[in-house]
């Protein structure tokens, strides 16, 4: 907002009523002043094209189970349009949920999309710390779009064809941070953690390449960065899940506690049907929805891990 006009959308007009008296986020984003020139609105999503008419960018902030609703209601946009959020939408129209750009091409496939992703927790974004995220899109101007309206002072914007891997890395993550929310909960060491993680992104990578993504992608901010931002920062809302199943509450109570969307939660089970359907073998994200839907115990699944058959790096 300090070099755009940037207005803010939400769906509930009462919350951007609070906003615009609060100047604050109270909920979702405390301590955090929003700039006198940001503009607050509210309406349905329908009146959202006419509000979009004149943007350069429109950027869509929801978690996962938004997007499609959103991406419908501005499918006619001219403008590029940007998602921020990293996951699999849970299943809709087929057996399996859907990343960003499959639903763009269900829903509105003719809006120019991409997504902004890349190791950015909010909080750490908004107070003006140093951050550096990925711009992805196959359409460059896209990617331009999204390079001249965020890269700043505070934030470089890389830019990446590969929307695909980009969209992967985001998701797989999430799952990937309960896993090691769970590790640290449970005591398990530093060498788990760091076996946790390069094992679980030889996972993702499998996942991605046989999604259509490059395997470069996965060792770049949205793969290889995301993942060890998420799994080892304690502002991640998956790891804090992980963290406090290992503490022996149950999946409700952590979600319940956290007041903020855990998007591994919602996609693992996604991811590891998606795999399966692959033929892409993924052990950590299967313990953790075998965790997740209660087949296994914290412990329980650490020693399905531990207790599969030796096998080479791949
Ligand atoms: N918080 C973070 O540090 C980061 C979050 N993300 C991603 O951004 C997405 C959103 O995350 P947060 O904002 O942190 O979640 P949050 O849980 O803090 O806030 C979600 C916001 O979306 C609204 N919302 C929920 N469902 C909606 C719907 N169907 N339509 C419209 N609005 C809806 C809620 O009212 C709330 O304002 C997630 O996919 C997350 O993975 C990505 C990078 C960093
Ligand atoms: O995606 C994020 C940081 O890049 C935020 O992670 P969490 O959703 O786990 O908080």
Redesign the pocket.
Known sequence: AARHQVSLW???PA?AAALRSDRENVR?LPGIALPASLALLASTPAELPALCADADLVVI??????LR??LQALRGCSAPVAW????FEAPVSGPYGLLGHEIRAEVAPSLRAGAL?GP????EVARGQPTALVAASPQAPVREALVEAFHSPSVRVYANDDLAGVEVG?AVK?VLAIATGLCDGLDLGLNARAALITRGLAEMTRLGLALGARADTFMGLSGLGDLVLTATGD?S?NRQVGLQLACGKSLQQAVDSL???A?GVYCARTVVQRAAHLGVEMPISRAVVDLLDGRLQPRQAVAALMGRDATSER
Request: glycine fraction near 16%.
């Open positions: 939400a769906r509930n919350q979702y902030a929801t978690p996962m189970a938004g609703g959103l921020l959020c990293k996951g992703s950015s927790f909010a909080l985001g999430n502002l809302r007041g903020h969307v998007e």
